[in-house]
């Protein structure tokens, strides 16, 4: 039950990480700055040149209905940290210094009255943004209440294009060439937000931009009077650099949404696991404070018996974060905090659809623990047995809850500890020891109501892009009362029974072990991201999924 148990949560890891993870990779784009008064400002020096805050009215955040959902709460909590952010800011600067090459710029013409020329046109045409350089070390992102603004600075860029020149008046000298402009000292700035949109997905939204340059120069050449085109391009340079930004304002509201929401859109909403569907849209709306963003998901199963009854039991709500930001948290990019109702649920889950309902025996079992599958073991705690079935026939085990599904505790003391306190064990052994089929004929040896608990604690490591994510068992427990047996076999010895039945439960663990340890659940790569630290930790009704991550795409 536990493999299963883990492999639940995994899933919910996992579609956690990979939608929370790339929302790093949308906030690569964006940088921090300050906003007051509606207006962009750049940190170091101020400057008129910049585009008009809009008043931005956002989609709806209307979730779908996955199952009822929309009604309980959300059972997965995910603290994305400065850390993270700050190294976004410097991958941003990565990415835009990549990406904006070949950028077509509007043509422009200008009109200058020269002395003794008169009227002049100067046509520009063809018009490349060769390359964009930003500094690294003048990048940075700032988180405000509801916001994240990006600030790139020290950008210097290059842009190609046709040059020509025609007097208007007589003797309508014409002439052609080539100019190169560079603009240096450049600050970029952006101002975003995150909402969640109608399918439950996060999406990105550039509220505000802002594109400024210290200083401007245009060489022409190419042309036999290019010293005079040069000496008066000082005339025309603040339209060219204007539509420079403009153009450049306009590439970071088009790129940075386009392409996270392209990847947020990809991110499935619902996940089957074992007839089950598991819930992982988006919870509106995102809380984004000075410190710390945290974002909400569902992470919770739903089945054909309906909404599960434990989902209650979460304490998270959308907004802040309802958990303290504890130390390895705030050492760590991500931290995924899942509550134990995800695991509570699938187990619930599962109890409802006859999963737990179990026949061991050699024929549909062969992984099972052979000492208890043959009657020579039960003859050593029940003499009467080889009187009765034989020294050495098989025995079949039906195993079934009575008392609802298992319960689910965790703590940093006892670990993750899974508990039944109704699980009936009835034991038969063939009438006719060479047909072992299902539908053979079976006399009942003995019943038993059982109380199991079994306690794991969760392990991850990094491997490269992926993380792999399992359970590391550490103690079972049990203890039997008889319900009835077959009067031929006499008294019972219970003390026996369990000794019997805590050697098979060890067992069964040690196989059940190998078989997570053989067969570990692994969080696919993420475009892009590489893993490069996972820890998992317990608090108080919590595992913990910390994770640091890095950027591959350059």
Not at 291 to 300: E, K, M, N, P, R
Not at 505 to 533: H, T, Y
Request: charged share 20%; aromatic share 8%; net charge negative.
């Amino acid at each position: 039950m536990l493999a299963h148990r883990g492999r639940a949560w995994t899933l919910g890891l996992y579609l956690v990480l990979s939608l929370l993870c790339v929302s790093y990779l949308q906030s690569t784009g964006a940088a921090p700055a300050r906003q007051r008064d509606g207006n962009v400002q750049k940190r170091g020096h101020e400057s008129s040149r910049h585009t008009k805050p809009q008043i931005i009215h956002l989609p709806s955040s209307k979730l779908f209905d996955y199952g009822g959902a929309e009604a309980v709460r959300p059972a997965v909590e995910a603290v994305l940290t400065k850390k993270l952010f700050d190294m976004a800011g410097r991958v941003g600067a990565q990415i835009l210094t990549k990406d904006l090459k070949n950028v077509p710029v509007p043509d422009f013409d200008a009109v200058l009255d020269i002395p003794m020329l008169g009227n002049c046109d100067f046509i520009f045409r063809n018009g490349t943004l060769n390359w964009v350089a930003i500094g690294e070390d003048l990048t940075y992102v700032e988180l405000t209440n509801n916001f994240l603004t990006g600030h790139l600075g020290n950008v210097s860029f290059e842009v190609e294009m046709d040059f020509r020149y025609t007097q208007q008046r007589w003797p309508h000298v014409k002439s052609h060439g080539h100019a190169i402009m560079h603009g240096l000292g450049g600050n970029l700035t952006a101002i975003t937000t995150f909402y969640v949109g109608e399918t439950g997905a996060v999406q990105l939204f550039v509220l505000d931009s802002s594109t400024t340059f210290d200083q401007i120069t245009i060489d022409i050449s190419d042309s036999k009077a290019a010293w005079l085109y040069n000496a008066v391009t000082g005339l025309f340079r603040q339209k060219v650099q204007g539509d420079v930004e403009t153009k450049l304002n306009e590439e970071v509201h088009k790129t940075l949404p386009d392409a996270a929401n392209q990847l947020f859109d990809t991110m499935p909403k619902t996940v089957p696991v074992l007839g089950s569907l598991l819930n992982v849209s988006f919870v509106p709306p995102i809380y984004v404070s000075p410190s710390h963003a945290v974002a909400h998901i569902y992470g919770l199963f739903q089945s054909e018996a309906g909404a599960c009854p434990y989902s209650s039991l979460s304490p998270f709500t959308a907004g802040e974060a309802a958990w303290p930001i504890s130390r390895t948290s705030a050492a760590h990019m991500l931290t995924f905090n899942l509550h134990k109702s995800i695991g509570q649920c699938f187990l619930w889950s599962l109890t409802r659809s006859g999963f737990l309902n179990r026949r061991i025996d050699c024929t549909a079992t062969p992984s099972a623990p052979a000492e208890i599958l043959t009657t020579a073991t039960w003859a050593k705690i029940i003499p009467a047995v080889a009187d009765v079935f034989g020294a050495d026939n098989p025995v079949s085990i039906d195993v079934y809850p009575t008392q609802g599904e298992p319960h689910l505790r965790v703590s940093p003391m006892e670990g993750i500890v899974a508990s039944i306190a109704g699980l009936r064990v009835s034991v038969f052994a063939f009438d006719n020891p060479t047909d072992t089929s299902l539908g053979a004929p079976r006399t009942l040896i003995v019943s038993l109501d059982m109380a199991a608990e079994v306690a794991a604690s969760p392990a991850a490591n990094a491997d490269g892009g992926q993380i792999v994510f399992g359970l590391e068992l550490e103690d079972a427990d049990l203890d039997a009362t008889l319900v009835r047996a077959d009067e031929r076999l006499g008294e019972i010895d219970m003390e026996r029974v369990n000794l019997a039945f805590k050697a098979a439960l060890g067992s069964a663990s040690e196989q059940l072990q190998q078989l997570i340890d053989d067969n570990p659940v692994v969080v696919p790569r993420i475009p892009f991201i590489d893993i490069l630290k996972a820890e998992a930790s317990l608090e108080e009704s919590l595992v913990s999924l910390s994770v640091d991550v890095g950027y591959n795409g350059m």
